[in-house]
Structures are given as C-alpha cells and as structure tokens.
C-alpha cells in the first residue's frame, strides 16, 4: 500500500480559490 | 527482438520493439499483448502536466458551478454573513459530491496524477469540505438569531434536519477516518461505514438545499441540481455495482504462492482464462487493488504493488503479512479465484526517466523495484542500477529469489544494510545515511533518478541524506507504506 506526492500544493490552491470565490459571491450578494 | 524464458512455463516469449514505444508481446499460447515500454529519453512527457492542470481546473469548476448558477436568479440580498454562509454550504454540497468521483478510480483522470496522489487529494480538500460544511450553520447562527431555534432538531422543519443529519454524518465519517485503528475499526469495515455514511451526507445535503427554496427557486436552477444530484448517485451505483460487474468478467487464478524469507508472501496469478481477457498492461512500479473473493462485489479490495516484470503473462505481488486482510491472503490456495483492479500509481521508471536509477527500499518496500529492474532485464537495458536494500537481518530479506534471478541480466549493484546482523555478516551495518550512499554512488550521482520506498520515518529519513549529498529534489521520488 503507498501514497505518495507532494498534493498539498494543490489542495491549498484549491480550497484559496473555492473561499475566495465565495467571499466575492457574497460580497455581491449582500 | 529481445527474447526472454517465461518463469511459469519456462518457454522462450518473444518481446519486440512497437513503433509505439510501446512493447508487443508475443504470448506462448500464441496471442499478442501490448506492453508499455520504459522511455528512454530523458525528459517526461510535458503533456502530463498540462492534463493535470486541466483536470485541476475541471475540480474546481465543477464545484464552483452551483454558486454561479445561483447568480442566474435575481434576488435580495439577506447580509454579507448570510450570504457567506450560504457560499460555504454549496461549496461545501459540491465539493463532497466531487469526493465520489475522486474515489471511485477512473482511469483516465487518475492517469496524469497517480491513483496515490489522487486519493491524497481526496483526503487534504475534505479538510475544506468539512470546515465549509460546519461554517455554514455557525455563521447562520453568528449573523441571525433567529436561524438558533433551528437548533432544536426534534421540532425543527425538515429542511433543517436534513441539514442535520448530513453534517452529524460528516463529523462521524471524519473522525472515523482520522482514528479509524484508535477506534479499532477495520479497514472492510471502515470501507462500507465510509461509503454509506458518504452518501448519506450528500443525499441529506441536497434534500436540504432542496427545501430551503430559497436559492433553488428558478426551474433551471432546480434541474441543474437535480443534475448534480443524479451524477453524484450515479458513482456511487458505478463504483458500486457496474464496476465489481465488469471486473468480474476478468477473474484471475493463483498459479503460485510463494513465502518470501521476511514473512512476507509473493502470490503469482494469471489471467483465468487465456481467452477471456488478455494480460495486464501495467507499468513497473505501480500497484493495483487486489480481491481474494470469489464475489466481485464483497469490499474487501486491497492496493498492492507489482513485483513481476511488466513484460510478462504472469503478475506477480508481493503482500506483507499484516493486518486482517493479509490473513485472507494467507488462506489463498494455488488455482483460487482473484480479481484485479488497476494498474494504477505514478511512481515509475516512465514517469521519471534518467541515465541510470538508484533505488532505496526496506523490507517489503523492495517490491515495486523488484517489478522495475525485471522491467529492465527483460528489455535488455544496461543503464546503471544501484539497490540499496535494509533489512533487520541478512536471512530475512525480501525478494532473494527474483534477485538472484536478475543476476548477470543487468548493469546491478546491490547494497544490503543489515540492521542487526549476525557475527558472520561482512556487509553495510546499521542504518542508510549520508556516509553509506556515499561510499557507494558514482561522482556522476546528480544525473541519476533516485526512487524510495519504505515506512514514512525511512523515507524522510533517505531523503535528507539524499539532499545532504547535493541530489535536486526533482529527481528524488518517494513512496512510504500506510493504510488509508
């Protein structure tokens, strides 16, 4: 059984771009 | 052509080069199988990359596209908190609807990245999910009193109890997933629990963002998400119920059962029947996830790597005795039925071609280089390997057999490292460090690939020495053993 790789990176990119979205949606919203 | 004597029937199989690169394999029964070849330029192929960006950039549409949808439909706004909270929970909806599709090993998304890395990335944006998923009733609490009498679940509406149970179900997925051996909780049995309870959050979250209306009042956004809701139980029927079918037109037989001197155990099997599916086109140093079932459809599937070359009928793994699914790998006979899930991983020789290879492994983590350098032997390739192999003690070593095996075949210096060895042995002591890869690696060491496999403190450990020797840490690649 292995796992391997440097994700991290992309995972943080990912959830920065998700929350970002969602504060400009929001501040758009309101 | 090169020609190499096939173990299991000890006749000669012919493997000629494929305008491909690829490898066309010439069985002894007569049919002909396509094998990946091993690369031999020296760069990976720059599509890769862009296909991983691509998929990425897919991710992150896909969750997104439930609150751009929302901007389709005029309406007031309640309050930047409010709305905020509201963000949270369709990113949160969309983004654990997607954990599905991370999961369930497709081949053609998983290819650019790694079935390894893929469920990594599954297990790091949960983190996202989760905090998304519980921010989203926190904030509704913080912004408005009212929304505090929804606190009552008995009375409160349905809307709001759906609500409910999806987020009760998420923390108790997380914290079985996270402590799954404090709790002691098996790894089948962790597998149906994860599986039940992840549709059970999904399901219940749609049904809330159903009845909240607020935000799903326009008909084409209410069919979008009726969409969403169908490809989100349309995995979990395809991972559950189409792909154990399709597997099971291609079982597998145990032809050999092996016990490795370590304790662990080497299973060889072959395709059940010749005409029934045609081999297994795999690359060396990757794995696939292996059922011991004559049932297709029982959970009980386990990741283990290749140890055989990738140019032969046979495919053999070698699999550690622990745990309670090696016990019933333990109960495997010659002739038992098996069924096979892959190939899948990135941790290969294609993936990272180079001038010459330097492999780092302990105990059973010799396993995916045994499949590399027999790899190798069969394609005639005298590209330098050196093998660095520890061990606790020099009669306990994994994999003896298939190196002795590879003897003369290549350009192979082994290295055992014997941790506590006997009076009589005359080789490397101790642990792998800087001195020891020293003594032993050529002055030209910066051009060469280097690939460990071994628990995650080894690992750390051999790839600080390997950067206390000057090596970029580009061209180290690491894999470490451990259960989801």
Known sequence: VRFSGRTSAAAWLTSAVLLLFCLLWSLAQR | VTVALDDTTARPVFVEPHPSGHRLERLSSGHRVVRPGVTTSRRAAPAAGARRAAWLLLHLLVALAPLGLSLAQPRPGRGFLVEFSVALGFVALSVLGLQF??????????????????????????????????????????????????????????????????????????????????????????????SVLGVVVVLAGLGHAFLVDHYLGEPLVRLAWALYGAVFVWLAVWVRLIKPLRLSRRPWRVVELWPEPGGSLTVGIEPASRHAHLGFPFKAGQFAWILPSRNPFNPNWHPFSMSS????????????????????????????????????????????????????????????????????????????????????????????????????????????????????????????????????????????????????????????????????????????????
């Open chain 2, 101 to 194: 599709a991370l999961a369930a090993r497709f081949t053609r998304s998983n290819a650019p990245f790694g079935i390894d890395v893929v469920l990594t990335y599954h297990r790091q944006i949960s983190f996202l999910a989760v905090t998304a998923a519980f921010g989203h009733p926190l904030l509704l609490f913080v912004a408005r009193d009212r929304y505090r009498v929804l606190l009552d679940v008995v009375h409160a509406p349905l809307r709001a109890q759906c609500a409910w149970l999806s987020v009760a179900a998420l923390g108790l997925l997380m914290v079985t997933s996270i402590w799954r051996k404090a709790l002691r909780l098996s790894y089948p049995a962790w597998h149906v629990l994860h």
């Open chain 2, 309 to 484: 070359s990738s140019l032969r009928f046979r495919v053999d793994f070698t699999i550690k005795n622990v745990g309670e699914f090696t016990r019933s790998v333990r109960r495997l006979r010659v002739g038992d039925r098996v069924y096979v899930d892959g190939p899948h991983g990135s941790f290969t020789l294609e993936d990272h071609p180079g001038m010459g290879y330097v492999f780092v492994g302990a105990g059973v983590g010799i396993t995916p280089f045994l499949s590399m350098l027999a790899t190798l032997a069969d394609q005639g390739d005298r590209r330098p390997c050196w093998l660095f192999l520890a061990n606790r003690h020099e009669d306990q070593v994994t994999g003896v057999r298939q190196l002795a095996r590879l003897q003369g075949r290549l350009n192979l210096r082994v290295v055992h490292v014997i941790s506590r060895p006997s009076d009589q042995w005359s080789g490397e002591r101790g642990r792998i460090d800087t001195g020891l890869l020293d003594r032993h690696l050529p002055l030209e060491r910066r051009s060469l690939q280097y690939f460990t496999c071994a628990g995650g403190e080894m690992v750390q450990a051999v790839d600080g020495a390997l950067r206390g020797l000057g090596i970029p840490a580009d061209r180290i690649h690491s894999e470490h053993f451990g259960m989801v």
